[in-house]
């Protein structure tokens, strides 16, 4: 089986001269954990992940604790916005290279880089590099589970 054959084709994306504000904009009207940022071509040249814009409003403090037991909230910290600069930079500045798979890419293959490299997402391409489709790791694990013969098996 191949990724094509699980991808979700309806794939939101950000131009690169998109800014931090607006990918914010988008990640909450679309409640959705990654953005690819795309060349004219709509081909991946960058990753954009939620990780990336929370990082913006953590303070620097809460990167390096390692136990985060004893803090049951941040208090104050939690509702904190970015500075207005922040929000208006280009997402080129926060994105991470574009990780992607050809449209045949195979389902183990899909998942190893997910895993190798830490993306629940992961964009598609085809074979002009242009940005097709987008596979989460559910996706891609139900597909596989879905290949099973379960029927031997029943429901719980």
């Known amino acids: 089986m191949k990724i094509s054959d699980c991808m979700k084709r309806n794939v939101f994306f950000l ?23 795309v060349d004219e071509q709509r ?10 814009m929370l990082n913006l409003a953590l303070p620097t403090f809460a990167q390096l604790i390692t136990d985060v037991d004893f803090v049951h909230d941040f208090g104050a910290v939690e509702s904190a ?3 207005a ?5 280009p997402v080129t500045r926060l994105m991470h290279p574009a990780t992607t798979v050809p449209e045949d890419c195979g389902l183990l293959r899909a998942y190893v880089l997910m895993r190798q490299r830490d993306l629940h997402d992961l964009p598609v391409v085809d074979s002009t590099g242009r940005l097709v489709g987008i ?22």
């Open 85 to 89: 600069e922040a929000l208006a930079q």
């Open 81 to 83: 916005q970015p500075a």
């Open 135 to 156: 596979a989460s790791r559910v996706d891609v694990a139900t597909a596989v589970l879905a290949s099973w013969n379960l029927a031997e098996v029943g429901q719980p």
């Open 15 to 37: 131009p690169a001269a998109a800014t931090v504000g607006q990918a914010a904009v988008l990640f909450v009207s679309r409640r959705i954990g990654l953005l690819p940022v």
């Open 43 to 52: 081909r991946p040249i960058g990753l954009l992940g939620l990780r990336d």
